[in-house]
């Protein structure tokens, strides 16, 4: 069973491709990353899958069938812009969107005072959503997103005005939706948490898909890597451009970036006849790294 499946989803406004052609399938229980530069159609794709914007081509199926309200009725949706009523009392809120969800009234009211209590938000409960700090919101947001246990799980930006304690918070309920099963789509430009959190991702530039897959896959496969080596003495080595394509200063330690086709072992050769390596240490690249790195290619080819 896949929760989600895109199948040749394009979209597009006037003359601008927005989404073009993309294919998406996610399995049970992972936390995937839907990345991509400022207008490369994230949010796009997350307000066709919950049919805020009709598709111009393409099939969209949630749990294996057509996109439809019923279907939708499985999903849980934070968007970017939030969209609280500031008038309601916090607690009235959630339990009309949960009665949205259909989650029956007895059911809502245990929901809903166990995730305040989680939150730490019990005392707001018969305030007013507009009394709440913009972080107490984005909490109260999270709640509505989760309460009624989806299937899916769609985030755009869930940590957008959150303090470190409750970013820790808000991480460690989207682990635990994983394990009961869940699958999340994860947006943001927050390469950290991605790293922390992601299973797989897929990177989009411009309407497409230019990079998808097990996270570990990538940045295993991703052909950059370089080389973290402390040492004492003069490393001439550095300054060999056959070798040494660049390298940095960090703290105690050089981070070397090796010349085309040149290893690890090339390097480490070259240090130790020069100097005493005390770490020598081979690092994976970064998904910042990475991020920069696919979409700077992709406009280089364009421009070609």
Not at 123 to 136: A, F, I, R, T, Y
Request: charge should be neutral; charged fraction near 30%; include cysteine.
């Amino acid at each position: 069973m896949s929760v989600l499946k895109l199948e040749e989803v394009s979209k597009s406004f006037r003359e601008i491709q927005a989404v073009n052609d993309l294919n998406l399938e996610l399995q049970p229980g992972i936390i995937f990353g839907l990345l991509g530069p400022n207008g490369a159609g994230k949010t796009t794709t997350i307000r066709m899958i919950m049919d805020i914007i009709i598709p111009d081509k393409g099939k969209i199926l949630i749990i294996d069938r057509p996109n439809s309200q019923e279907q939708r009725d499985r999903i849980g949706y934070l968007p970017e812009e939030r969209g609280l009523y500031r008038k309601m009392k916090v607690g009235e809120s959630l339990s009309f969107l949960a009665e949205m969800k259909e989650i029956r009234p007895w059911q809502s009211k245990e929901r809903i005072t166990y995730w305040l209590e989680r939150f730490e938000l019990s005392d707001w409960k018969d305030k007013k959503v507009e009394e709440l700090s913009k972080g107490m919101q984005q909490k109260i947001q999270f709640i509505a997103t989760v309460i009624h246990e989806p299937d899916l799980i769609i985030l755009d930006e869930p940590f957008s005005g959150l303090d470190p304690i409750n970013s820790e918070l808000i991480k460690n309920v989207m682990l635990e939706q994983k394990k009961r099963g869940a699958t999340i789509i994860f947006s943001t430009h927050m390469m950290e948490q991605v790293e922390k959190l992601c299973d797989s991702i897929c990177l989009i530039n411009e309407g497409k898909s230019v990079l998808e897959g097990d996270l570990k896959t990538i940045k295993k496969n991703f052909r950059r890597h370089s080389i973290r080596v402390a040492f004492d003495g003069q490393a001439h080595f550095l300054n060999d451009k056959r070798l040494v394509e660049k390298f940095k200063t960090i703290d105690n330690h050089v981070e070397i970036y090796p010349a085309n086709g040149k290893t690890a072992n090339d390097i480490l050769h070259a240090a130790i006849t020069e100097v005493e390596v005390t770490r020598f240490e081979v690092m994976e690249p970064s998904l910042n790294e990475i991020f920069i790195e696919t979409v700077t290619k992709k406009k280089e080819l364009r421009r070609e």
